[in-house]
């Protein structure tokens, strides 16, 4: 293997992206800063700093809104395709991985100057797979399915960039959710909505369509502390030559992962016993999870408010909207009008037909997307509008 200076001591100034879904680049910034991050600059889909590796490391780990955390390795200007190549040969590949590694080149093609978007990975490939021969090693193989090594490209009219991802498996693969139903929510959106929302992580927070339990869950890790991905173990800056493994240990090993108690009360029902069982399950792999109560019932069995401060849901959303959806949707806003009176309640759907017949005046609406999913994000606040007596 290639003998690189070991990366906590070299390298300081490394620009570092991380990559997180539409409409959550803010939200990112914002959680980076509270990290320690303050030279944070917004990009699409993406927000970018400069740091040492051992940041990189601790980014992995620490961010609950990104999906992945790149390493730039090279930018080039873009006039023809031969620059893609070019550049891609320049690299010393041969000090990031070894041959034996499998890689692929993923990314994002935002011009119109290639014959197919799919070309320029092809070229980023070739040049790797060349800068091997050309220093008499055997090829590289690829592997799209589970490659060691992701190398990524971002290519716009004028420039690309050539970056490796140091996360390999997007970081909404925590590794704790062993059980899901049919819809649940990614868990990085699931963050990113918690940390939009504005919840002060002391109001009592309750989820009454809770699933499998993805927002319990995410609501926990921010109010402990304990970083979103402690249950990962897949981490693809683990299989580059520079990566130095007492580094990592440190920054793993003194996250925070048990706690006596929960700093609010978190909790939640759905009316699936199935589900209720799930989320339980998801739940029983952290220190907190027997602090959160998760019940069975039909959230219009709740008829008082119990001590709840916070609501974050989301409630059942088909494309083809059902009968038995808009009635669902109706007897929500009765019930958030009514039983949860001041209560502020924020829901994320894609279902427009349902928010119509939730019957309330939102007092935010912020578009995002739940994966590929355009979903809304509203919040309501209710009050009561009995007149005052006496
Ligand atoms: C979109 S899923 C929620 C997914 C969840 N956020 C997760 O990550 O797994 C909607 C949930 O609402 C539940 N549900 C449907 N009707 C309900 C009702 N009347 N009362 C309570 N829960 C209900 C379903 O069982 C389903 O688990």
């Not at 409409?23 to 990009?43: A, I, P, S, Y």
């Not at 009454?208 to 990962?232: D, K, M, Q, V, Y």
């Not at 019932?297 to 409630?315: A, H, Q, S, V």
């Amino acid at each position: 293997m290639p003998t690189n200076p070991k990366p906590a001591e070299s390298h300081n100034n490394l620009t570092i992206t991380l990559k997180c879904f539409f409409g959550f680049e803010q939200v990112l910034k914002e959680e980076l800063e509270e990290l320690g991050f303050t030279d944070c600059r917004l990009g699409n889909r993406a927000v970018s700093l400069t740091g040492t590796w051992k940041d990189v490391y601790f980014l992995n780990l620490y961010s609950r809104c990104a999906i992945s955390v790149l390493v730039e390795i090279t930018r080039f200007a873009f006039r023809s395709e031969q620059d893609l190549y070019d550049a891609s040969l320049s690299v010393k590949w041969s000090n990031w991985f070894h041959e034996s590694q499998t890689f692929v080149v993923r990314g994002a093609i935002q011009t119109q100057k290639v014959r197919n978007t799919h070309y320029p990975f092809l070229l980023i490939k070739d040049g790797i797979v060349d800068h091997f021969r050309e220093n008499n090693k055997e090829r590289p193989s690829i592997d799209t399915k589970h490659p060691k090594i992701v190398i990524d490209l971002y290519l716009n009219d004028k420039e690309g960039v050539i970056s490796v991802n140091t996360s390999g498996l997007p970081l909404f693969q925590r590794g704790y959710r062993t059980s899901t139903g049919i819809a649940p929510i990614n868990e990085v959106v699931a963050a990113s909505l918690i940390r939009l929302s504005g919840w002060d992580r002391k109001q009592a927070f309750y989820d009454p369509f809770c699933g499998s339990g993805t927002l319990l869950i995410e609501a926990a890790l921010l109010a402990t502390g304990i970083p979103s991905n402690i249950e990962r173990t897949h981490y693809a800056f683990k299989n580059l030559a520079n990566f130095d493994a007492d580094v990592w240990d440190n920054i793993y090993e003194n996250a925070p992962r048990v706690v006596r108690s929960l700093p609010c009360s978190i909790s939640g029902s759905d009316i699936s016993d199935e589900m209720v069982i799930k989320a339980r399950r998801n739940l029983r792999g952290f220190s907190f999870g027997r602090f959160i109560e998760v019940s069975s019932k039909d959230f219009r069995e709740i008829t008082d408010k119990n001590g709840i401060e916070f609501i974050l849901t989301n409630p059942p959303y088909d494309e083809r909207m059902q009968l038995e959806d808009e009635e669902l949707y109706q007897h929500l806003g009765t019930w958030m009008k009514h039983t949860m009176q001041e209560v502020p309640t924020w829901i994320i759907s894609s279902n427009k037909e349902g928010f119509h017949a939730i019957g309330l005046k939102p007092s935010k609406k912020i578009e995002v997307f739940n994966g590929d999913i355009k979903c809304s994000f509203r919040r309501y606040d209710t009050y009561d509008s009995k007149p005052n007596v006496g």
